[in-house]
């Protein structure tokens, strides 16, 4: 299993339960958590990362929901096989850009900032 790593910042407008998801879903979709890669349990994460139970349960459920995760007691918490779809992609997409934008206006940006930033962003970010 290859080394989860999840930082959650308590003092940003993104709710703590959809930042552990964000990057798990990352860490998968980027290849860095593969196909049988068990997830720690759910105390274990909440314990890690100072947050309530409930929280990561919330995190885990999503991702199950979006088909990256199986859950079995007793076997905890897998990688999926690759079954994403493009509408599951659009979908974390969405999810992405709400959380940017959130933020974004939450520091006063304006749309030119806001685009400004993510053509910076896709100039300099490895393909």
């Given amino acids: ?10 003092s940003s407008a993104i709710p703590a339960y959809e930042q552990v998801r ?3 879903a ?7 958590l593969g196909e049988g890669d068990r997830l720690p349990p ?3 994460l909440a314990a890690d990362l100072g947050l309530a139970i409930s929280t990561v349960a919330r995190a885990y459920q999503e ?4 088909g990256m995760v199986t859950s079995r007691r007793g076997a905890g ?9 493009r509408p ?3 979908d974390e997409l969405a999810r992405a850009a709400l959380a940017y934008v959130t933020t974004a206006r939450r520091l006063g940006a304006g749309d030119e900032q806001l685009l400004a930033a993510i053509r910076l962003t896709l ?4 393909r």
């Fill in 63 to 66: 991702l199950e929901s979006a």
């Fill in 22 to 24: 964000a990057q798990v």
């Fill in 42 to 44: 759910v105390r274990q």
């Fill in 88 to 90: 599951a992609i659009d």
């Fill in 123 to 126: 100039t300099a970010a490895p």
């Fill in 77 to 85: 918490t897998r990688v999926a096989p690759p079954t994403h779809t």
């Fill in 26 to 32: 990352d860490l998968i979709l980027g290849g860095h």
């Fill in 1 to 10: 299993m290859n080394q989860l790593t999840v930082n959650v910042d308590t």
